[in-house]
């Protein structure tokens, strides 16, 4: 999967890099002044609505109207084995993790892979270790804003080998999204890429 998703960052830069540089190579000296206009500014519209254009919130966006905050939580003192039954439950790799008692405050997230590494490995009993004995910690969380864009969290995610990342802005965590997630996003990228780029050829734009 590693090599799947350099390989797409390596494809997509190489085919939009030579489209690109085909089209600036011809000689503008031999057309008319507009022409040479129209060319530069459509140039310059493909360069902002590329790959890079979109952004983290556009997933939580894309994932329903409850998406911003609706994300399935557990808190510390939860058994793992309760933890673990909910994600089955709701066909989700992993929760977040919040305090016990009224503050609720977010304490870090707990994954598929930390039960399978902390409890199964090990031994240990799921249904007598807390949540928060296994969680990975807040301040140990790498994290993306809404700002973010998708390749970027992208990059994160396969360069730290996670495969789920909070998303927080400047009043706490706001969501989460998957590798699935973000998978889809720069698929939809790539197709709309191809389609503007083809339509630019052709004299669509």
């Not at 494809?11 to 085909?22: M, P, Q, Y």
């Not at 008319?32 to 890079?52: D, K, W, Y």
């Not at 609706?70 to 058994?79: A, E, F, I, K, P």
């Not at 305090?99 to 031994?123: C, F, H, P, W």
């Amino acid at each position: 999967m590693q090599g799947g998703f350099k390989q797409m960052f390596s494809h997509g830069s190489v085919f939009k890099s030579a489209v690109l540089r085909h089209v600036r190579l011809v000689n503008p000296v031999s057309r008319p002044l507009m022409f040479v206009r129209q060319e530069t500014t459509s140039t310059a519209r493909i360069e902002e609505h590329g790959f890079e254009s979109t952004k983290i919130s556009d997933i939580l966006k894309g994932k329903g109207k409850g998406a911003d905050g609706s994300w399935l939580w557990c808190t510390t003192d939860d058994s793992v084995y309760d933890a673990v039954k909910s994600m089955t439950q709701h066909n989700v790799g992993a929760l977040v993790v919040v305090k016990s008692g009224e503050n609720k405050s977010i304490a870090g997230i707990i994954t598929e892979r930390d039960y399978l590494r902390k409890i199964i490995v090990q031994g240990r009993s799921s249904k007598s270790t807390k949540v928060g004995d296994i969680m990975t910690e807040e301040n140990k969380l790498i994290t993306v804003t809404p700002e973010t864009k998708v390749l970027k969290a992208m990059q994160l995610m396969t360069d730290n080998r996670i495969r789920h990342i909070p998303v927080i802005d400047q009043t706490g965590m706001i969501g989460m999204v998957s590798i699935g997630d973000v998978v889809r996003a720069v698929v939809s990228e790539h197709r709309e890429e191809l389609n503007r780029l083809n339509a630019f050829i052709q004299g669509g734009y």
